[in-house]
């Protein structure tokens, strides 16, 4: 229940109370319903008057579906995020465990377990530093320490994971491999598979429950050695447990956006902390906190900043695009670069982080825009097919004809969007293949393998995309990456959106160039003096990095500071802002540890019908901020109205929202 409380129940009549372990799943009658519930303690007394106590109607399992150590997980993190526990058991369950069903899968009678990969491919000869970092690491299995892997696109960091996990394999230990929600599950898995003749299990998004609940059977029978996953796998019961590895760690899809709002590779770094072993944290644009404990605190800093295997980092440039003719967002310099970079047999990459045709319909006789009816945003603009959509609520509608405000058939597209520049770079260069990768591209099961594949064996050769590009692929043919619009991100009033560019675009950057075909990168904007643009044309994210942090520090933002943030929205403005401002009250009455800043509109003020707003809390100490939330929290969930609001605890934000 999405309730801060437990709830107490009388022990089914038949069961020896001795038998009853904590996370055992039992069934309970509540309201006028039956519920899975996970059995936590026995208490010898209850608020509630005995003669209203319900008893408990079976005891589902026979032993504990969540071992202690998840147990203990699940209790932390609901207490450092100040969810409901319910909601965070529910999160650590599979499904079909979830719904009540037992831990097994009924297999087909007599069927063979799937046959175990031939080990293939062999260790490669490491480079002195992945060498030194994988005897790191090796001599500190079988207790707790936090590496950090800051390497370059392609500095052979997979391949020091992959020679850490032989020598845990060896020992008979399992490793948990954390990777971002992307479409790299697949490659991931083949390169794992090819290297190890063990069983691996794989838990993401694109499984069926049944798939799902054998891969987290799998490794909780320690059947399966290695465990590769997606955020919620964090939470998968490995009993021989021996590393964990966190691949991109700086990914915003190990926070969770709603609900349960946790951070998976926070609690990756807990749980390594509580099992005494190992952790990787890998990137090439690790995030502020990570090189902020990792340069003043107690990570272990290991950094790979060549290129395995002799290829060069690519080169930067800026392209200033002030007075300048643009065709389709494409300047003239631009448009020449790529005609140099294609007819000297490579490809090229072009990165915009806007799908659609245009992100405007906008009236030319009255400059009336196409807005969403529920949103505080407007609706972009779709060609194929023809549609209005808005990015944030998924609302759809047909083209107006005219204009909804004046009349007139005078509507125009404004701005650019993937589907636009796709249609301008195919008129431009109508000889080269082209693929376009983005989220309307790649709806179909199997499209961006057959993508990526044309892309591997040069069928394709302009490839343009938004940050799905971004992420994880490495093109060796590429050798020329062009920014279209890095001003977008410049001026946000998200604290973390400069951090999120730089590392946007220095990961955009490490796709391209390799040995003997190195790579440029060519940075469009209208700000070409902005400090930050002239930082990132450095190419060097460690001095990016160090330049946030000096920021951070001046405006006591994270991680020189704890921040949460208390977000609310109803369908009614004055609902939220009374409500923040009964919250606000409470939070004033418990003194001044913590800053209260709002309630201010949230980034967007409307959205999917509702209005937003919040309150920013902010403690110089973590502890400070979780002891007054703690007291808080028990206030607020005595406020009388607030059931017809929405409301939530977002610790540790990604974003402003
Ligand atoms: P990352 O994970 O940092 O992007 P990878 O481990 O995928 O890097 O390595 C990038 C490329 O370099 C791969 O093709 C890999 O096979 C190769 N590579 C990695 N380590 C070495 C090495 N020590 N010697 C030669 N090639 C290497
Ligand atoms: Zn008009
Ligand atoms: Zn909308």
Redesign the pocket.
């Given at each position: 229940m999405p309730l801060r409380k437990v709830f107490d129940y009388l022990p089914v009549a038949e069961t020896v109370l001795a038998d009853l372990q904590p996370g055992m799943r039992v069934r309970v009658p509540f309201q006028r319903r039956q519920l899975v519930g996970i059995f936590l303690e026995l208490a010898s007394q209850s608020e509630l008057d005995p003669s209203r106590l319900k008893p408990i109607e079976a005891v589902l399992d026979a032993s504990p579906i969540l071992p202690p150590e998840i147990l203990k997980l699940c209790l932390w993190a609901a207490d450092y995020y100040h969810h409901p526990v319910g909601e965070v058991l529910a999160a650590a369950l599979p499904g079909l465990l979830r719904q009540g069903r037992p831990p097994e899968i009924k297999s087909k009678k007599n069927a063979a377990p799937p046959p175990l990969p031939e080990p293939g491919s062999a260790p490669?000869?490491?480079?002195d530093k992945?060498e030194e970092l994988v005897q790191a690491v090796t001599a500190a299995l079988n207790r707790f320490s936090v590496f950090t892997v800051d390497?370059?696109?392609?500095?052979?960091?997979?391949?020091?994971?992959?020679q850490a996990i032989q020598t845990v394999l060896e020992q008979q230990k399992q490793t948990l491999v954390l990777i971002p929600e992307i479409n790299l599950t697949p490659q991931t898995l083949e390169?794992f598979r090819h290297r190890f003749g063990v069983p691996i299990a794989a838990i993401h998004s694109g499984l069926t429950e049944k798939a799902r609940l054998q891969a987290w059977l799998n490794a909780r029978s320690a059947t399966a050695f290695i465990l590769i996953g997606t955020r919620s796998a964090v939470f998968t019961p490995l009993p021989r447990l021996g590393l964990i590895i966190v691949?991109e760690e700086h990914d915003s899809s190990f926070k969770q956006h709603d609900g349960f709002r946790y951070n998976a590779r926070d609690l990756a770094i807990w749980r390594a902390r509580d099992a005494q072993v190992p952790i990787l944290l890998?990137s090439?644009t690790p995030s502020l906190e990570t090189l902020h404990r990792s340069w003043e605190g107690p990570y272990r800093y290991f950094s790979?900043p060549e290129?395995?295997?002799?290829?060069t980092l690519p080169v930067f440039r800026v392209v200033d695009l002030r007075r300048q003719y643009l065709e389709e967002g494409l300047s003239a310099e631009l448009l020449q670069g790529l005609t140099t970079h294609l007819k000297a047999g490579n490809q090229v990459l072009l990165f915009l982080n806007r799908r659609g045709f245009s992100p405007v319909l906008i009236c030319h006789a009255c400059a009336w825009m196409a807005t969403c009816k529920h949103c505080d945003a407007r609706m972009t603009y779709h060609l194929r097919p023809t549609r209005l959509h808005c990015h944030h609520c998924e609302a759809q509608k047909a083209v107006p004809v005219r204009c909804e405000a004046c009349g007139e058939k005078e509507l125009q597209t404004l701005g650019l969007g993937t589907e636009r520049l796709e249609q301008a770079l195919q008129k431009h260069f109508p000889d080269y293949p082209l693929t376009r990768i983005d989220r309307d591209t790649t709806r179909r099961k199997g499209k961006i393998e057959e993508m990526l594949g044309d892309i591997q064996s040069g069928a394709s050769r302009i490839l343009l995309g938004t940050q799905m590009v971004a992420k994880g692929h490495?093109f060796p043919n590429v050798t020329l990456v062009g920014i279209i619009d890095s001003d977008y991100g410049l001026f946000s009033s998200d604290f973390r959106a400069a951090e999120r560019l730089g590392q946007l675009l220095l990961q955009v950057a490490?796709r391209a160039g390799r040995a003997t075909k190195p790579g440029e990168v060519w940075i469009q904007t209208h700000h070409p003096h902005h400090p930050f643009i002239q930082l990132l044309q450095q190419g060097n994210y460690q001095q990016v990095a160090k330049a946030l942090l000096q920021e951070r520090e001046q405006a006591a933002l994270p991680p020189y500071s704890s921040l949460a943030l208390f977000h609310a929205e109803a369908h009614r403005l004055p609902e939220v802002e009374n409500f923040l401002n009964q919250v606000k009250e409470l939070a004033q009455s418990l003194g001044n540890s913590v800053s209260i800043r709002g309630p201010i509109s949230a980034l967007m003020a409307r959205r999917a019908g509702r209005y937003r707003m919040q309150l920013l809390l902010q403690a110089e100490h973590k502890k400070t901020l979780h002891a007054f939330l703690r007291q808080l929290l028990q206030k607020v969930e005595g406020l009388s109205n607030k059931l017809r609001i929405h409301w939530a605890v977002d610790v540790d934000p990604m974003e402003l929202e």
């Open positions: 490669l000869r490491l480079n992945q390497g370059v696109t392609g500095s052979g960091k997979t391949e020091v994971y992959l390169r691949d890998g090439a790979l290129r395995a295997g002799g290829a490495h490490g």
